[in-house]
């Protein structure tokens, strides 16, 4: 055989093989298993409360999500959808480093509509969005149900993980501390610190207020704007401000469609707010309440099961983010430092007018958080006087605030608000609840 020839068919042999390797790695591919679903596709979601949107009658009416944000007027965030198994799927909220699972989720034909339709419960906020899925798009409403009438129209788009859209032309780093006024020049102005990283183009950050903080705050710089969000199923949270010439910023804040307000920030690393310890006032020394708990069976601070103990009172809401945040730290605290010689009592205020729902809330929110202490019923969130009273404080100044008592029911200390683990204020509040503990057990009774 020649070499010419032996060549050939060496390079025809080759060509059979290669040949072979496609027409099975194809045959493979085709008949390869493949995860499946059977009801919303898994994987990153962009989701959008349409703020200044009235909501529609029949979801599915004007789905236009796809065009250009109204920056001023949508409120984006995004959101995972994950499957246990090909029918089982649940939701995870994205904010900032934060994560929020959600697995009270429903799905099916909605007869009214006739169309498929996912109900996502926040049962311990009380809220839930209610949408119709077609073709990789949702679109509802989002429903705060102890408000009345209030719902914000909702979209959301599969396969789509900028937070905010816009080209990235970044022109300056805000990451730093900003001393921020909101409402300046009315009688609602309140201070706070903004605390802000960037990276590039992308923002997280907060700010921190004497009442609490807003939690994980994510969005974007374009140009010389900042834009930032938060869902976390109870809050609503849209922050958008300007750097202006002189580097300060100037900007506006929408919380969910019913409030907006302006606020302003200038670099101040040095800026502090006033002590939480400092903020709400006692009328009084020695605590004597009676409220009911979820069962309506009345317990009081002098019953025996509290009597010498160290006791932390928490004023909260089960519609509030911050009382969740302060009470997981209670909960994740007790449990790494148990002690029989402390009693934690929780007070709830609620914004339902009926105390059965009122109640109903609570209990909810028990089973939910998996309390073990007792959870009482203070009343109504705008009818409190009488709760206040046998309190022994001036006013709620903040949801939630912690009273701290020694064994004889003085009170020790009240903190008002709580700075969440989304704020660098988290570590030294820490720091500060063991050091008052340690104090408080060192009373005596009389």
């Known amino acids: 055989m020649s070499v010419r020839k032996a060549i050939d068919r060496k390079i025809y042999q080759m060509r059979q093989?290669?040949?072979?390797?496609?027409?099975?790695?194809?045959?493979?591919?085709?008949?390869?298993?493949?995860?499946?679903?059977?009801?919303?596709?898994?994987g990153i979601w962009k989701g959008t409360l349409l703020l200044d949107r009235a909501p529609v009658v029949k979801y599915g009416d004007d789905r236009d999500i796809v065009k250009k944000f109204d920056f001023d007027a949508e409120l984006?965030?995004?959101?995972?959808?994950?499957?246990e198994n090909d029918s089982v799927f649940y939701f995870i909220f994205h904010n900032a480093s934060e994560r929020i699972t959600v697995r009270d989720v429903r799905f099916g034909r909605d007869k009214s509509t006739a169309k498929d339709t996912v109900i996502i419960d926040f049962p311990v906020y009380d809220t839930q969005i209610r949408a119709i899925y077609e073709d990789g798009v949702m679109e509802g409403d989002w429903i705060v149900n102890y408000k009345e009438n209030y719902r914000i129209p909702f979209k959301a788009v599969h396969g789509r993980a900028d937070r905010f859209e816009g080209v990235a032309s970044v022109t300056t780093d805000i990451t730093g501390k900003w001393e921020c006024t909101f409402d300046q020049g009315s009688e609602d102005e309140y201070k706070a610190v903004g605390i802000f990283e960037q990276k590039k183009d992308i923002i997280t950050g907060t700010f921190l207020t004497e009442t609490g903080d807003y939690r994980y705050l994510e969005g974007k710089m374009i140009g010389s704007k900042m834009y930032l969000s938060a869902f976390d199923g109870a809050h609503a949270f849209l922050f958008l401000g300007k750097i202006m010439e002189d580097g300060t910023i100037s900007g506006t804040f929408r919380s969910g469609s019913q409030h907006t307000s302006s606020w302003e920030g200038k670099r101040n690393e040095k800026f502090a707010l006033r002590s939480a310890y400092e903020l709400?006032?006692?009328?009084?020394?020695?605590?004597?309440?009676?409220?009911?708990?979820t069962e309506g069976k009345s317990i009081s601070i002098l019953d025996e099961m509290y009597k010498d103990k160290i006791k932390i009172i928490q004023i909260m809401g089960t519609w509030c983010p911050n009382c969740m945040d302060e009470t997981v730290f209670l909960k994740e605290y007790f449990i790494q430092n148990p002690d029989d010689d402390i009693a934690l009592i929780s007070i709830g205020f609620e914004r339902y007018k009926d105390d059965q729902k009122?109640?109903?809330?609570?209990r909810r929110f028990q089973q939910k958080m998996d309390i073990k202490h007792e959870v009482l019923y203070g009343g109504y969130y705008g009818d409190k006087d009488e709760s206040l009273k046998k309190l022994k404080i001036e006013k709620i100044v903040s949801y939630p605030t912690m009273i701290i008592t020694d064994r004889n029911n003085n009170i020790l200390k009240i903190h008002t608000g709580f700075s969440g683990p989304a704020t660098p204020e988290y570590?030294?509040?820490?720091?500060?609840?063991?050091?008052?503990?340690?104090?408080?057990?060192?009373?005596?009774?009389?």
């Open 76 to 83: 984006p965030f995004n959101f995972e959808v994950k499957y």
């Open 427 to 446: 570590g030294a509040f820490v720091n500060e609840f063991k050091t008052l503990i340690n104090e408080a057990k060192n009373t005596v009774k009389h």
């Open 358 to 362: 009122s109640i109903e809330s609570l």
């Open 280 to 293: 709400t006032k006692t009328n009084g020394n020695s605590l004597d309440f009676s409220f009911v708990n």
């Open 17 to 42: 093989v290669l040949f072979f390797v496609c027409c099975s790695l194809t045959i493979i591919g085709c008949v390869a298993p493949t995860k499946s679903f059977q009801k919303i596709p898994p």
